[in-house]
């Protein structure tokens, strides 16, 4: 008893000489002693089992926690390029607003000086200002198209093509 109390092994066993009350006791004290030492044992493999799970979740979380990150880095960037993606349409449909409006205006501004030009008589002095100001038109006319170009990122051109060089 003394053995199992001061140093806790639970393996001992005390030899049973007689069969009388104290033999009884001793056997009782044995079986004690085992289904203790059992337990022990049971513990110590469950207390193992419990630190291999404990260290098997830890490395599931810090993964996961690594995705998520990753994850929310990525939200992040693709909000941010969403955000700028928004402003440029906002800027371009502005841009396309004013340029139409421009485009309205210029339209007299190249328009009118040539219809002048065509009653006037060459020699009229009014001929190189009215050609100064058509000229003045088509190159705000062509900045605008610019504008408009920029608004739209891009804009269809019609041009002839050679298709037999093409093909």
């Known amino acids: 008893m003394q053995t199992v ?13 007689y069969a009388d009350e104290i ?5 009782g004290f044995n079986d004690m002693l085992a289904q203790i030492q059992k337990r022990d044992e049971e513990i110590g493999h469950h207390s193992d089992r419990l630190e291999e799970l404990v260290k098997q979740r830890t490395k599931d979380l810090i993964e996961s926690n690594q995705r998520l990150t990753q994850e929310i880095e990525e939200r992040k960037n693709i909000q ?4 700028h993606a928004q402003k440029m349409e906002a800027i371009g449909t502005l841009a396309g607003g004013v340029a139409h409006d421009l485009n309205n205006i210029l339209s007299g501004v190249v328009s009118y000086p040539e219809l002048l030009l065509l009653n006037m008589p060459p020699d009229d002095p009014m001929q190189n200002p009215l050609k100064t100001i058509m000229a003045s038109g088509k190159k705000a006319s062509a900045i605008v198209q610019d504008l408009l170009t920029l608004a739209r990122r891009g804009v269809k051109v019609k041009e002839p093509i050679d298709m037999a060089g093409l093909i």
Request: aromatic share 10%; proline share 5%; no cysteine.
């Open 23 to 27: 033999g009884v006791l001793i056997d």
């Open 80 to 83: 941010s390029k969403l955000a």
């Open 5 to 17: 109390s001061t140093n806790q092994v639970y393996s001992v066993r005390a030899p049973a000489y």
